[in-house]
């Protein structure tokens, strides 16, 4: 049979030639069998899927020939030939998705069979791959039955072979035979385990006996036996009962406990414990002949899987056992190579001193990884032994018996020629690592190492606070009055003489260090500089300061330079110090003084010049490229960074670097190159912050021209390249024009224009072209007028392609250019200017606000720079100007960019006054007008602004006719209502006090107003009092205060609304000061905090928070005594105080202004009132998002115990209705107020919360109504991403809610109440799917069982494919 052929083909054929004697037919026939069977497997699945016909080329096995061809495939494992045998394990593999369970399961008993007939050892490999293959592929639905097949018999297996005698020879026949099998079963266990552990009742039922007889395997002789049951053991942990786990802890602890430990110290504990208790016997154990090393080793991955199982008893055990081998008296030992005895030790009973000290190496080094594991997995349980545990990770990070630091001698107080002497003994251990006798059999680095990756751990669980890792001090050797914090304590060991380790402890100090950078940002601790508070002051304040400037700063930089001046080898170091001083760079005082400065810029010169050096060239020929790169980044961010003096920066990079810096541009490289032009772009600014001299800024300018240029006028060129040349132009001709000759700027300009021609640097050319009009509109000395037309006509063609963001960029280019041109020149092309102002008329719409205010910016700044186009513009773009008025869309940017068009338009002589004013009065009347409230304030604003810019003469004649036509009783109410906000708005600008009997007429008609039956009328009344009491506070503001004192109902709302309209816009204007009337406001907001009314309350709560953020001196401490005060009238005040507080903070008052108040703010969440504690959860929640410094100190103590509580309080109450009986559930908004706390603290504040304690309470939101479990579903997500390991320990107790949610009835809905239903399941589903790639969400067997059952379920199949194919 041919191998290609498409043809059917004939199995008895095949099963023939596989019995040939000829090795090469039978690898031959079960390649083509192999190949048939595909097929077989694949026309099955299509048939499947499809409901297709059988292919007549395909025809289905019988089961007589399944069976002969299982016969075949089995027997063609016992083939004298390797490559048929490797041929016939892959066919097994085909084999079992093809054939029935019947044959699956014969299989599975045949393979089984011969791997544990001890006669077959020859091929127990083979059969054990085979039956390895059958675990990994067999189809899911026949997992419980292969593993009620093979589980009794792997088990026997096992217990059958096992050998736990120490005395017996490894090296017999029988025994070897045995642990082969035992081996083999072990691996076949592990795998089954892993695919069907969950799942499978088969295997669920034989736990126990596989429990007990894996543990008995780390009793055996043979340390490979030993390893692989501990790792039969923590798969099985994954999927074994709580109950089960724990007995399986406690076993193994029970054990180890019986060790005395290692060490002088371990020593000493044998001895007291022999004389104490000299009977005590291994033999009550059935672990009696397992060594601690095993056991220490299985604890620790059981730990690593499950750790997060665990209680607190079972922490508690563990670590003191753990600490007993890796005591810090015996790493500061330095007797610690002694000769003494070990008899005593039980753990080392019997081995060689060799032999010992790989077993205590190890032993250390599977205690540190344990404590990794609990610190990752299990931080609130280990919180109580932390200390502990990095005071031995400290003392082990050091621990090298065979070589001397020196510690004792690096004090501060050394002079300069013992620094010297030093850094020159450290290059020379670098250089001489190589040479030493005893470095291959030095293992002692992998104990530090692992010393070191529990500190990283400890790192990793304090980011969100990790200020006692700076703070906490710890003895630095036992007995030893010198002390250090985990921080110096790593700087320290920068000295490292290991790569890996040395690599390893930078790292874990960068990551130290940024996320302590990152804390800063938060508020969570103060990095304390020059500019900052004084520590006296921060101390004061209650704030956890750290201080970098004193002397951690100088020694980082110090440790981090012997890495970089390593004459050999040390790249990763290299990297690794590179990275910590660009970290460095984040903080306050950034790398130090001018001579840190200079030190490093003479390292990195190093760098950057090590393909010239012929002696260094063969040792960095690797990795020279990307250490240059990461040199050139750390250049970058010193100069980008603003932490540093600029004239430090400066003086040290022209001499040093600037040469090498323009070199780099040459590189072949394209990322070095990139990352060099990014460096040239930081340098003109630089120069200007520097205070550069002229001639320093010409000598600049040259070198920068010479680097840049060539890159820029190239063509075939990367991406990247081109657009950092575009951007170090753009630096260089905005910042060093006035040093570069007219050529030199000339050709720039020339190059910049070719390029924006150019599709691919399109966009970035533009970007270029804005930089360069911004520094030209500012200077004198660069002329743009030679480029203009061109690039404006270039911009032009541009604002017609359909791109959005290119036609942005074109906008904002234009508008930024036409400002620097003169007012008249002869070079221009006026035409130019129509065609530009009416491709900008034609995409003024309110279809995309952006763009539209884009575009009449462009069209403001063209008529400033070019009055002469005044006519154009009204041409052009007032028409779409006046149709975009009296959108109900229009706000924000686009409504500021038309109000001062329209102005700029009246001030240049474009349009008159009085025509524009009748055009805007006419959007009215037009058919398209639709009267809303936004459309007539949008129009209102136009008119007032343009009568602002209109003569005095004009403006008391507008505003008295204006005043005229406003008649509270007219049907006319849109009118009236425009008419109303005009006056307003114009008083707002101009003090009407200065007009003749103005403000006197405005006051009555405002007054009359409110009389009005008409509700917007009276609105517009208030809104327009409010806003022209800003212009005139005196006339206004008495007035307004006046009649408060006497109203009541609707009016005092008004009147309150009028007072808080003139608080927020005298907030918004320039240099506001309103100390003067506050004695006058006071009072009748004090008077109103209790008012029966909420919507005056409402208003009052406004005004209080807006006065706060003006003078918060003078408003907090009242607001503070309404808080506390206890009068009948308590719980609205409270509610007042409350909604002013949330104000105030939403109106970015001052947070160290408010911050003292809060303590008593925050009492107002233990009111008994649900309306206060709405509120207060209300005002919580805008602290945690706008100001989150205000509250992270004290919301453990404050705010989370009554968060707990109110996210599951439960007040539901029925109502009858006669009919039918309605369910109000009072507490439902504060449970929404209090899950939104929670969630925004996760984004704002993490470190301020205790995830593990609200687990239950987002368990039981998960079950709640389905507007909370749609806020619980997005936190899950959240803390899927941040905070993993929770979520997993908690998984099981979200099973019941996510069942209930994903089984959700549909019943009798339709439309969209059934499409909400379906969205609901779906999310619920994203939940479940997002557990699920937990790492570690196996040990939760409860959720497993559940996912397994739902994406099993044939009716969520169409939702599960939708949610995965989002």
């Known amino acids: 049979m041919s191998r290609g052929s498409n043809s059917a083909p ?31 497997a694949a026309h099955a699945n299509s048939e499947n899927n499809n409901n297709a016909a059988a292919s007549s080329s395909t025809p289905q096995i019988d089961s007589q020939t399944e069976r002969r061809i299982c016969s075949a495939v089995l027997s063609l494992l016992d083939d004298s030939s390797n490559d048929v045998q490797t041929v016939a394990v892959k066919t097994l593999g085909v084999l079992l998705m093809t054939v029935q369970e019947e044959q699956v399961n014969e299989i599975a008993d045949r393979i089984c069979g011969l791997m544990l007939d001890p006669s077959k050892s020859a091929l127990r490999d083979v059969y054990a791959i085979g039956l390895k293959t059958l675990v990994e592929t067999v189809p899911d639905s026949m997992g419980n039955a292969v593993s009620h097949h093979l589980i009794g018999r792997l088990i026997d297996g096992v217990h059958t072979n096992s050998n736990t005698s120490p005395s017996s020879s490894p090296s017999s026949g029988d025994d070897k035979n045995s642990e082969e099998i035992v081996l083999a079963c072990l691996n076949v266990l592990t795998d089954l385990l892993t695919r069907f552990g969950s799942s499978s009742n088969s295997i669920t039922m034989q736990h126990e006996p596989l429990l007990n007889v ?27 009962s709580d109950s089960l786990l724990h007995r399986l802890v406690e076993r193994l602890l029970d ?115 344990g404590f990794e594991s609990f610190v990752l997995r299990c931080p609130a349980l280990i919180r109580p032994h932390l200390d502990q545990i990095v005071y031995s990770a400290l003392a082990y990070m050091r621990f090298d018996p065979n070589y001397t630091y020196d510690d004792d001698d690096d004090d501060a107080e050394d002079d300069e020629e013992e620094e010297e002497e030093m850094e020159e003994e450290e290059e020379d251990e670098y250089s001489t690592e190589d040479d030493m006798s005893d470095e291959d059999d030095d293992n002692n680095w992998k104990v530090r190492r692992s010393a070191i990756r529990t500190l990283t751990a400890v790192v990793e669980a304090t980011k969100h606070d990790p200020s006692k890792l700076w703070i906490d001090e710890f003895a630095w050797r036992q007995n030893s009055e010198k002390k250090t914090t985990v921080a110096g304590a790593l700087v320290n060991r920068f000295k490292e003489r290991e790569e890996n380790c040395r690599v390893d402890i930078i790292e874990c100090f960068t990551r130290l260090l940024s996320y302590t950078v990152s804390a800063s940002s938060a508020g969570v601790l103060v990095l304390a500089s020059c500019t900052s508070m004084d520590d006296d002051a921060l101390a004061a304040s209650g704030a956890v300061v750290v201080d970098l400037r004193s002397n951690v700063s100088s020694a980082i930089v110090k440790a981090t330079e012997k890495q970089l001046s390593a004459k050999k080898g040390g790249e990763r170091s290299k990297s690794s110090a590179i990275a910590l001083l660009s970290t460095l760079c984040l903080a306050p005082g950034g790398i130090g003084s001018s001579e840190q400065i200079t030190s490093v810029f003479r390292h990195v010169k190093t760098i950057l010049n090590a393909d010239d050096d012929a002696n260094t060239r063969r040792h960095t020929a690797v990795n020279s490229k990307s250490l240059k790169l990461e ?44 990352e060099a032009l990014r460096v040239l772009m930081e340098i003109p600014g630089l120069l200007v912050l520097g205070s550069a001299t002229k001639a320093e800024k010409d000598e600049v300018a040259t070198s920068l021209y010479d680097a840049i240029e060539p890159r820029l006028s190239e063509h075939d060129l990367d991406q990247e390249i081109k657009e950092c040349a575009l951007s170090a132009s753009a630096s260089l001709v905005s910042v060093l024009h006035a040093s570069l000759s007219p050529d030199q700027k000339n050709r720039i300009l020339t190059l910049l224009l070719d390029r924006l021609k150019n599709d691919t640097t399109r966009i970035a050319a533009i970007k270029t072209l804005s930089k360069v009009g911004r520094a030209a509109k500012s200077s004198e000395d660069l002329d743009l007028t030679s480029v203009m037309n061109e690039a404006l006509e270039q911009l032009a063609l541009l604002l017609r392609q359909q791109s959005r963001s290119l036609k942005q960029s074109a906008l904002e280019c234009i508008d930024t250019l036409v400002l620097c041109l003169p007012e008249s020149d002869i070079d221009m092309d006026e035409g130019l200017f129509d065609s530009v102002l009416k491709d900008l008329g034609e995409i003024i719409a309110d279809t995309d606000l952006h763009i539209c205010h884009l575009s009449l910016s462009a069209s403001n700044s063209i008529l400033k720079a070019r009055p002469s186009t005044g006519a154009l513009v009204k041409g052009h773009v007032l028409p779409a100007s006046l149709e975009l008025s009296k959108s109900a869309l229009l706000q924000d940017p686009a409504l500021t960019s038309l109000l001062n068009l329209l102005e700029q338009m009246v001030a240049s002589g474009a349009i008159g006054f009085d025509e524009l004013h009748k055009l805007l009065e006419a959007q009215m009347a037009g058919d398209g007008f639709k009267g809303s409230k936004q459309v007539i304030s949008n129009l209102a604003q136009c008119i007032a602004t343009i009568a602002v810019t209109s003569p005095s003469a004009k403006q008391e004649k507008f505003m008295k006719s204006t005043i005229s036509a406003i008649k509270p009783s007219s049907t006319d109410v849109a009118a009236t209502q425009l008419n109303l906000l005009v006056s307003g708005n114009f008083g707002r600008k101009v003090d009407v006090s200065k007009m003749k009997g103005v403000a006197q007429s405005m006051q009555k008609i405002y007054f009359e107003s409110f009389d009005s039956s008409n509700e917007d009328i009276k609105h517009a009344a208030a809104l327009a009092l409010g806003r022209a009491s800003v212009g005139a506070i005196d006339p206004f503001l008495p007035a307004l205060l006046s009649a408060l004192e006497g109203s009541s109902g609707k009016k005092q709302y008004l009147l309150f609304s009028s007072l808080r309209e003139f608080i927020h816009c005298y907030r918004e204007t320039e240099g506001s000061d309103l100390s003067s009337s506050v004695p006058m406001l006071l009072p009748p907001l004090e008077m109103n905090c209790g008012n029966e009314e909420e919507g005056v309350r409402a208003m009052v709560a406004e005004c209080f928070g807006a006065l706060a953020c003006l003078e918060p001196k003078a408003i907090l401490p009242v607001l503070q005594k309404l808080a506390t005060d206890d009068s009948d009238k308590k719980v609205h005040i409270h509610w007042t105080v409350g909604n002013a507080v949330k104000f105030a903070i939403g109106g970015q008052i001052n947070p160290t202004e408010l911050a003292p108040f809060m303590p008593t703010f925050l009492e107002l969440l233990k009111e008994d009132d649900l309306a206060v504690k709405n509120v207060a959860l209300l005002m919580v929640y805008s602290a945690v998002h706008h100001a989150p410094q205000l509250v992270v100190g004290i919301m453990k103590e404050q705010v989370l115990p009554q968060l707990y ?45 205790d995830i593990p304690a609200f687990m239950p309470v987002l368990a039981k939101a998960l079950a709640d109504v389905e507007d909370i479990q749609l806020q619980s579903h997005q936190i899950v997500h959240t803390l899927c991403a941040q905070h993993p390991i929770p979520l997993v320990q908690a998984a099981d107790s979200f099973v019941a809610a996510l069942e209930k949610t994903v089984n959700k009835k549909k019943g009798q809905k339709t439309g969209t109440e059934l499409e909400r239903v379906y969205e609901w399941i779906k999310s619920g589903l994203r939940v479940m799917l997002a557990i699920s790639k937990l790492d570690g969400i196996i040990g939760a067997r409860k959720f497993c069982d559940f996912a397994d059952r739902i994406k099993k379920s044939k009716p969520h199949a169409p939702f599960l494919a939708q949610v995965e194919n989002e």
């Not at 543990?215 to 942990?237: F, N």
């Not at 400066?650 to 323009?662: G, T």
């Open 10 to 40: 004939n199995y008895n054929d095949l099963l023939k030639k596989t019995e040939h004697y000829d090795k090469d037919e039978r690898y031959m026939a079960i390649s083509d069998l192999c190949e048939a069977l595909k097929r077989n």
């Open 214 to 240: 894996s543990l008995l395997q780390l009793g055996s002789p043979r340390p490979i036996v030993r390893k692989r049951a501990g790792t039969t053991i923590s798969v099985l942990a994954t999927v074994m």
């Open 255 to 369: 054990q180890i406990d019986l060790a005395s430990g290692i060490g002088k110290s371990g020593k000493k504990r044998a001895r007291i414990a022999h004389k104490t208790d000299g009977s005590k016997s291994l033999a009550s154990s059935d672990l009696r002949s397992a060594d601690t090393r095993s056991l220490i080793r299985t604890m620790c991955t059981v730990s690593g899987t499950v750790g997060h199982r665990l209680n607190q008893g079972h922490i508690d055990r563990i670590v003191p056992i753990f600490l007993r081998f890796c005591d810090p008296a015996d790493a500061d030992d330095e007797d610690y190579d002694s000769d003494e005895p070990m008899d005593t030790d039980d753990v080392m009973a019997g081995m060689g001193e060799e032999a010992a000290a790989a077993m205590q190496i190890e032993l250390r080094e599977s205690c540190f990884a």
């Open 631 to 674: 040199a050139l980044c750390l250049v970058r961010i010193m100069l980008s960074c603003k932490k540093h003096d600029a004239s430090d920066i400066k003086s040290a990079l022209l001499p040093i670097l600037l040469s090498d810096i323009c070199k780099c541009v040459q590189e072949d490289w394209y990322k070095v190159i990139s």
């Open 1205 to 1249: 509580e109110l996210a599951q309080l439960n007040m539901e109450r029925k109502i009858d209705l006669g009919p039918f009986k309605h369910t109000v559930d009072d507490a439902l908004p504060l449970r929404k107020a209090a899950l939104s706390v929670f969630s925004t603290c996760l984004d704002k504040c993490p470190s301020s919360l």
